[in-house]
């Protein structure tokens, strides 16, 4: 069931991306945008939406921000697979941007996705001018170098350091190159209506950090082929994870117990938070 509602929302989210991006320019970098951002499971804007649906706002509202973080995705997934950053030849079982067309194509592919990402959440269809702020600020703070950008140039450091790193050290760079923008997703319905998004964030850091977690989990034991992507990468090059700290016996319950915490902060909104609750079960429960 969850599954269906998953989908059905990256349809809306489709279809909208179809109707932004086909009113630019018939150009390579234009194509490569739309081609970046087709596919995946669409959860950030799937946590926008269903963020604003726990608060009474329209999806006519939340649209434009849901299809604005999954444009800002997308683009941190394009120049994470470049051959200066992680080097990927495939991304959702299909050739990376920088390899169907050319890098130079794929920088700036992602430049114009990342731009995006802000035009679309500061449209006049979002709210006030109030509220369009707050989402731009706070997407900037997680998409910079206090969020995803910080956690991924901890990354790169990690690859060349003398020592692994350690649990603590892991935590924090995944908090910020995968939580930081889960959480400004998950918080987005919140600030849309103007109210405490605290709840969302202790329900989205450890959500998070579980979708971490079992993303190297599914590093170890996943199918490439429905994974849509090369696996075993980051033990091929001798990088700390939490499965090769904790084991993986122990990496799976404290993904489980992030589960629930999640779940758990969740409660005061009591059953419309079903769905919710539902997203952070599917995340360690998907095989891609």
Known sequence: MFRGKLAQDAARIQGHF???LGALDDLDVTRAMAYATEGGKRLRGFLVLESARLHGVGEDRAIWPAVGIEALHAYSLVHDDLPCMDDDDLRRGRPTVHVKWDQGTAVLAGDALQTLAFELCVRAEVGTAEIRAELALTLAKASGAQGMVLGQALDIAAETAAVPLTLNEITHLQAGKTGALIEWSACAGAR???VDPEPLRQYAQAL???FQIADDI????GD???AGKRLQKDAQAGKATFVSLLGLDAA?????ELIDQACTALDGY???AETLKDAARFVIARDR
């Open 192 to 194: 849309l209506a103007q």
């Open 18 to 20: 179809d109707l932004v």
């Open 252 to 256: 799976k319950d404290r993904a489980a």
């Open 270 to 272: 009591g059953p419309s």
């Open 224 to 226: 490439a082929e429905k």
């Open 208 to 210: 998070g950090l579980a």
């Open 218 to 221: 599914l590093d170890v034991e």
